[in-house]
C-alpha cells in the first residue's frame, strides 16, 4: 500500500510541475529581438503582444482577433505603469479584428510592458504582458 501510494503521489507532483512550467514558458523570441505572447480572452477571441527594441525605445504592438466586425474596445498599454495609450478600437474586416501599435521608451532596467483590452458591450478582457 506505501509503494502505490508513493507511486501516486509521484504521478500527481510531475503533473502539477509539468502544468506549471507549461503556463511559465517563456515568451517566444521572433526576429531580431522581438518577443512574442499569445493567449485568449475568453470563446474564440484571441490576443498577439509583440514587443521590439527600436531606435532606444521600444515598439509595441497588441492586436485582438474576434472575427467578428464592428465591435468596440477600451484598449489600455503600459510600461511599467505608465500608461502610454489609451483609446477605443474597433474590430474590421475581413479578419474582425483590430491592432494598436506604439512606441515606448525603453526604461532602465527591465521593462514590463502591460497591454488589455475591454469589449465595450461583453466586457470580455484581453490581456498581455511581457517583461524585457
Known amino acids: 500500500m506505501k509503494g502505490s501510494k508513493r507511486f501516486s503521489m509521484g504521478i500527481a507532483i510531475t503533473a502539477l510541475v509539468a502544468g506549471m512550467a507549461f503556463q511559465m514558458a517563456p515568451a517566444a523570441m521572433a526576429k531580431d529581438g522581438e518577443i512574442v505572447r499569445t493567449g485568449d480572452c475568453g470563446g474564440t477571441t484571441n ?5 521590439a527594441p527600436d531606435d532606444g525605445g521600444l515598439e509595441v504592438e497588441f492586436e485582438v482577433d474576434q472575427n467578428k466586425n464592428l465591435e468596440k474596445w477600451r ?11 489609451k483609446g477605443v478600437r474597433q474590430t474590421k474586416g475581413p479578419s474582425g479584428s483590430f491592432s494598436v501599435e506604439r512606441f515606448t521608451q525603453d526604461k532602465p532596467g527591465s521593462d514590463k510592458i502591460i497591454a488589455r483590452a475591454v469589449n465595450l458591450r461583453t466586457s470580455e478582457t484581453c490581456a498581455g504582458i511581457i517583461a524585457i
Open 47 to 51: 490576443w498577439k503582444l509583440k514587443v
Open 75 to 85: 484598449v489600455v498599454m503600459k510600461d511599467n505603469g505608465h500608461r502610454f495609450f
